[in-house]
C-alpha cells in the first residue's frame, strides 16, 4: 500500500488549494478514503471522508462549507479542494485508508495559510 499527498504550500487567506493523493497496492474502488491534518502541538484530526464510489462524503466541522473532498477511482486519486482557507488551516495533511485492519497513511503534506 502507498499513499503519496502532493498540491500543498504556501497560501494567502481566503485563498485556495487543491490536494492530491495517490494511491497503490490495494484495489482502491473497494475502500473508503480519508483527509487527516495535524497542526503544531495538536492532535492530528480527521477532516473529510469519501465513500468507495464517492457518493457519500462527511467532513469535520471546522471545514464543512470551505473543504471538498472527491476521488477518481479510474486515476486511484483521490483530492481535498480547499476554500476561504484561514491561518487556522495550517497543517501536514495526511490521507489514509483502512485496510485490513489496519490504517494507512501517506507520509504527509505541509500546508500554510500566512500572508
Known amino acids: 500500500v502507498q499513499l503519496v499527498e502532493s498540491g500543498g504550500g504556501l497560501v494567502q487567506p481566503g485563498g485556495s488549494l487543491r490536494l492530491s493523493c495517490t494511491a497503490s497496492g490495494f484495489p482502491f474502488s473497494s475502500y473508503a478514503m480519508r483527509w487527516h491534518r495535524q497542526a503544531p502541538g495538536k492532535e492530528r484530526e480527521l477532516v473529510a471522508s469519501?465513500?468507495?464510489?464517492?457518493?457519500?462524503?462527511a467532513y469535520a466541522d471546522s471545514v464543512k462549507g470551505r473543504f471538498t473532498i472527491s476521488r477518481d477511482n479510474a486515476k486511484n486519486m483521490v483530492y481535498l479542494q480547499m476554500s476561504g482557507l484561514k491561518p487556522e488551516d495550517t497543517a501536514v495533511y495526511y490521507c489514509?485508508?483502512?485496510?485490513?485492519?489496519?490504517?494507512?497513511w501517506g507520509q504527509g503534506i505541509q500546508v500554510t495559510v500566512s500572508s
Open positions: 489514509s485508508a483502512f485496510i485490513s485492519s489496519s490504517r494507512y
Open positions: 469519501i465513500s468507495s464510489v464517492g457518493d457519500s462524503t
